[in-house]
């Protein structure tokens, strides 16, 4: 991985959540010439992609000022796999064909992709695998950092994160549309100790929109209900717009 890129355009593989969203500013701060996003949203469950509310990454993209372009490959079947690896591998085809046909339409071709991947050497290794096809380089500005660092960092910048999204011991039905804030932090790092629930959700066990940033001229407002089965659950999003 790199910090910088001769020339050409950068894409931010976004999905709206903390992550990518921090990969993102990170970017732009850095002054790296991003000339798209690209969201992909995945039909079904997914190994390489995070999947609730991808549909907000249209209204972030409007506030943060850059053109997003939108991937809608079919149901990855992921919950049928018996090959991780190779599962990993077939989804992020689709992802690859559309930085392929973006590339002569970026002014200087696609030099580089921001990636939000903390951890995770199962994302991250294909990801840069994919930039060496294409001869980009990967801006990854979480990549190994301290989970809690990262965190405060997020909220000290001006990002407004909501959880979306939980599926954790410990992570109960009033997490969910809950703001991420620092005594929402200090909780988690107690669940941590406890459960081994990863305080920015690396593990899935819960998931981000950012609704608001220094990145991003206006907040995402949302109307939402919802969702619990008695150990997981979901925010399901009634409506959203720029306030």
Do not use: C
């Not at 992802?95 to 921001?114: F, M, Q, Y």
């Not at 988690?188 to 940033?213: P, W």
């Amino acid at each position: 991985m790199t910090d910088d890129a001769d020339g050409g355009s950068w894409v931010s593989l976004f999905s709206g959540g903390k992550d990518s969203s921090w990969a993102l500013y990170r970017a732009l701060e850095r002054g790296l010439p991003v000339e798209r996003l690209v969201t992909v949203h995945p039909e079904g469950d997914s190994y390489m992609y995070h999947v609730p509310a991808t549909r907000l990454a249209g209204l972030a993209a409007e506030s943060v000022g850059i053109p997003l372009v939108e991937v809608e490959p079919d149901d990855f079947g992921a919950g049928e796999t018996t090959d991780s690896g190779a599962q990993g591998d077939a989804e992020l085809e689709p992802l690859e064909a559309a930085l392929r046909e973006l590339d002569p339409d970026l002014p200087g071709g696609l030099a580089g992709v921001t990636a939000g991947a903390v951890e995770s050497e199962y994302q991250t290794s294909r990801i840069e695998a994919m930039a060496e096809r294409l001869d980009a380089e990967v801006f990854a500005p979480l990549w190994q950092r301290d989970p809690r660092e990262l965190a405060d960092a997020m909220l000290d910048a001006g990002f407004e994160i909501r959880i979306i999204r939980v599926a954790a011991g410990g992570l109960d039905e009033s997490w969910l549309g809950r703001t991420l804030d620092a005594d929402a932090l200090d909780e988690l790092e107690t669940l941590n100790e406890r459960y081994g629930v990863h305080i920015l959700g690396e593990g899935g066990e819960f998931e981000t929109v950012v609704t608001d940033g220094p990145h991003m001229e206006r907040a995402i407002e949302l109307e939402s209900e919802t969702e619990w089965d008695g150990t997981r659950g979901t925010l399901r999003i009634e409506d959203a717009w720029l306030a």
